[in-house]
């Protein structure tokens, strides 16, 4: 059974293919490499989608495929999933009906929707992409699909199989990239490494750029050399009064030690330090200085180094309630809005008034009540700073901006 890749024509020269989409939407150059390793690449115009389907479905004997990124090029939409045998070669795996797909740009699941849902970490240069399937169900008329990066599971779902199978796919959509594929790798988890999984905290995470996540391990992997080039790690959960409080250590400090813990809104710019931009708050280790909505710090408290252990949380008022603090599933749609029963929290603000500090800026914009933020270093509380909630509450970021820098980031150091 032949490979299907576009609207093709299939030339062959040597041992390379060059499928031609007709008409000259996009269209992806193939090499074999060896029996079952084939470098893609991207060569279109970016109008259209280049997909790749492999000539056999996914079996019992043959469960898996992996993908590794060789080149991210402009966007890096690269896709990765299984499709029905007659896949619409102009979609991206995952967008249409019985088709899956986890898509390294963004780290969601397209899971027959064109409308994907956070899923995992983004994948990068050099990542290996799997999928597979887990073959003892595969009789049933559903299988559970899995993905993976760098080897270790990020997720599974469920999916009807029709009668022909699963066939991996690969789908690009940005000039540059280009992905070397596997057909027949193998993924054996591990009793070790299972083990090792249930402390992975990659899924903890909402927004990732420039920062490569390994368990709590987040690393810097920016290029480091302007104020855009910051590495930016948003937790997929804000605080809330069941989990107020976050810390992190510094592993390494890198180059300048540009490292800084906070709270920012969820639609935060990716290439702004947490705390100069309005709507977030944020500890910065190079200076020790308080960054609130503004791009000029204020002195707050020591500089940070290599051991140090940062931490900030939300001292909650008592009749503070957050709507939909429940269902952990559904974070979109959290609001703000004044309780009226008492809710338990190791840390409440205080009854008396706090003095608003000098030449803090009001924020514009921001909606629902305000609390206060805390920041403490080695254990000790370094100052607190009142800002106010903005629609859909404040969640844990971190930045990072220069080569080296590593932070082990610990999202619930209170519920054990």
């Not at 469960?63 to 045998?85: M, S, W």
């Not at 080897?151 to 540059?176: Q, R």
């Not at 299972?194 to 992997?221: A, F």
């Not at 909650?316 to 709507?323: A, G, H, M, S, V």
């Amino acid at each position: 059974m032949e490979a299907r890749l576009g609207q093709q024509d299939v030339k062959r020269t040597g041992t390379s293919l060059l499928f031609e989409c007709k008409p000259q939407r996009s269209e992806l150059t193939i090499s074999h490499l060896t029996c079952n390793f084939f470098l893609f690449s991207y060569q279109g115009n970016s109008e259209e989608v280049g997909c790749y389907v492999a000539g056999h479905p996914l079996s019992k004997g043959n469960c898996y495929f992996e993908v590794t990124i060789v080149d991210t090029g402009v966007r890096g939409t690269i896709a990765v999933g299984l499709v029905p045998k007659f896949y619409r070669l102009d979609h991206q795996p995952g967008w249409l009906p019985y088709s899956v797909a986890y898509h390294a740009d963004n780290g969601k699941l397209y899971n027959g929707n064109p409308v994907g849902q956070q899923f995992g970490p983004k994948c990068a240069r050099g990542d290996r992409i799997g999928c597979g399937i887990h073959s003892e169900n595969i009789e049933a008329g559903f299988t559970t699909v899995f993905f993976t990066k760098n080897g270790k599971e990020v997720g599974s779902v469920e999916v009807p199989v029709s009668a022909e199978g699963l066939f991996p796919a690969v789908g690009m959509h940005s000039m540059g990239e280009e992905v070397k594929v596997d057909l027949q790798a193998e993924w054996l988890l591990e009793e070790d490494d299972s083990m090792m999984m249930v402390d992975s905290h990659e899924d903890d995470w909402g927004r990732l750029y420039d920062v490569r996540v390994s368990g709590t391990l987040l690393e810097y992997v920016g290029k480091g050399k302007s104020i855009m080039d910051v590495g930016l790690a948003q937790a997929r959960q804000p605080l809330t009064t069941r989990c107020h409080y976050y810390e992190l250590e510094i592993v390494d400090a890198g180059e300048k030690c540009y490292i800084a813990l906070g709270l920012a809104r969820r639609d935060y710019p990716r290439n702004r330090h947490p705390g100069w931009s309005r709507g977030s708050v944020a500890y910065h280790a190079d200076d020790g200085k308080i960054f609130h909505g503004s791009g000029v710090g204020d002195a707050f408290g020591p500089r940070c180094f290599k051991g140090d252990i940062m931490g900030c949380g939300i001292m909650f008022p008592r009749d503070y309630i957050l709507e939909g603090e429940g269902d952990v599933d559904d974070w979109d749609r959290l609001e703000v809005r004044p309780g009226h029963a008492g809710v338990q929290n190791v840390l409440y603000l205080n009854d008396e008034e706090e003095e608003e500090e000098d030449g803090e800026e009001v924020e514009q914009g921001q909606e629902g009540r305000k609390v206060m933020v805390f920041f403490t270093r080695n254990g000790k509380l370094m100052g607190r700073r009142e800002m106010a909630v903005p629609p859909g509450g404040l969640y844990p970021t971190v930045g990072m901006m220069s080569s080296g820098e590593k932070v082990k980031v610990d999202l619930h150091p209170l519920s054990g």
